[in-house]
């Protein structure tokens, strides 16, 4: 991993939402953790000018894209035509010095530019030579998605850069390598690159989609008309490269006697990150949150503490940023080979008699863990509604419906009433809809894990 100078890292900052009031025996604190970076500097640029960076900030990023080019991509002829568009339109926004590459996916991976095992240098004759290759793009295969990934690793890991992002776009199933297959993949290539993963059409798996993103760390979505993808490549590689620090991670350090009940990503997506834990020291353990540009996210932090008495006060956990060095940080190390970020923020749990304070939920807290609600509510009760669990489906879907309009999460609302008719909002009272078209049960189920901010 390189290191980072002031002149080309966002600053960061730390703020935490609590309510650190517990009643006598109270031993759960939940915390919201509020990260925010800015004056990366680079988003802005890479919107208005791709092609350009600050003076003495060279771009220290890789790219691999991933088009499926199996038979189903010809069904219908444009698909394939709109593949290749986006696929341009990506490179086009590239900025100079990116290494990049574009891979053809099917039953094997195949480099389609600039081949030899190795990346390009984006300038303008590179990008003109890979929008000219893209015309050897045509579909024919199965889908095999987990020997894309690994020729990505490949090529990405070639190149001495920080930031490493793959795009993958797919139309089908990934019927030709098993599931374990593909985990052994997504495993092998989790903290190496982040992965943004889209599919086109209707007739690919939304839960490999997202799975696939969620492990890598990227943003997954549906693309239900083909010709809606260059819009959606262009805009995923501005993000893309807008990115200026790789592999930043929420270290927390806990007393003795007390334990992390879980750690989750709650804006902009849920994603769930307890189990990602890599163990940084005594009692401390470091969480990854993936690439960062100019951007904020939200973070609800659950600790378990011992119980007290009334009048006691403690540090529950204390939080702070680090960039793992190569290697990663042990238990054995210290957790001396990561960087620190410079910023903090801090836990408390004060045990008190004044009942007020005690039962009161902090707002964000509340409102995150109705959003976290929201999301697994509408996994649920789509698939039950897929099982034919039509009760359960419409009981699960309802209180759906009741979370996004209580939280003010407008779009997810505009996506349910798609599959449910609302009869009452408030009170989450539907009825499900006859007919649903495809396309409009999968946007739901690929976007059920966005969150909106707490309304100020």
Known sequence: MANFSKSNVPQFSVDVYQNEYLPEGGREVNAIVTVTATGGGTIGSAVTAPHLYAPGKGPDAAVAIMVDCSGS????????????????????????????????????????????????????????????????LSAGGGTAIGTWLRLA?????????????????????????????????????????????????????????????????????IVADPAALAADFTQMMETAMGKEVADVA???????????????????????????????????????????????????????VPAANIGQEMLAARVSLVIPQAGGASAES?????????????????????????????PQVAHYTGQAELAQVIQQGLDLRKEGD???????????????NASGNADTAKLLAKVVDVVDAATGTVRLKAKVAEADEMTLETRSTKTVRVKK
């Open 73 to 136: 991509m010809d069904y219908p002829p444009t698909k394939m035509r709109n593949a290749r568009e986006a696929t341009a339109a990506a490179i086009d926004t590239l900025r100079d010095g990116v290494h990049f590459a574009v891979i053809g996916g099917t039953h094997v991976a195949k480099e389609v530019y600039p081949g030899g095992g190795r990346l390009a240098v984006a300038d303008a004759t590179t990008r003109g030579q890979a929008k000219q290759a893209l015309r050897r």
């Open 334 to 362: 210290g957790g001396g080979s990561a960087q620190s970020l410079g910023v903090q923020g801090l836990v408390r749990a004060v045990w008190t008699d004044d009942m007020a304070a005690s039962t009161s939920i902090n």
């Open 250 to 304: 929420l270290r927390l350090w806990t007393p003795v006697g007390t334990e992390i009940a879980f750690v989750k990503q709650v804006a902009p997506t849920v994603e769930d990150l307890t189990a990602r834990r890599v163990e940084a020291g005594p009692r401390a353990g470091d969480y990854p949150t993936g690439s960062w540009g100019d951007e904020s996210r939200d973070y609800h932090v659950c600790v378990r």
């Open 153 to 221: 690793d490949r090529l990405l890991s070639s190149a001495d850069v920080s930031i490493r992002h793959g795009i993958l776009l797919t139309d089908g199933r990934n019927e030709h390598e098993s599931p374990d297959a593909l985990k052994a993949t997504l495993d092998a290539c989790a903290g190496r690159f982040t992965c943004d993963a889209r599919g086109v059409g209707t007739d690919w798996e939304v839960k490999e989609v997202t799975g696939i993103a969620s492990a890598l760390l990227g943003t997954a979505d």
């Open 390 to 404: 039509f009760d359960g489906a419409t009981a699960k879907l309802g209180r759906a419906v009741q979370l996004a």
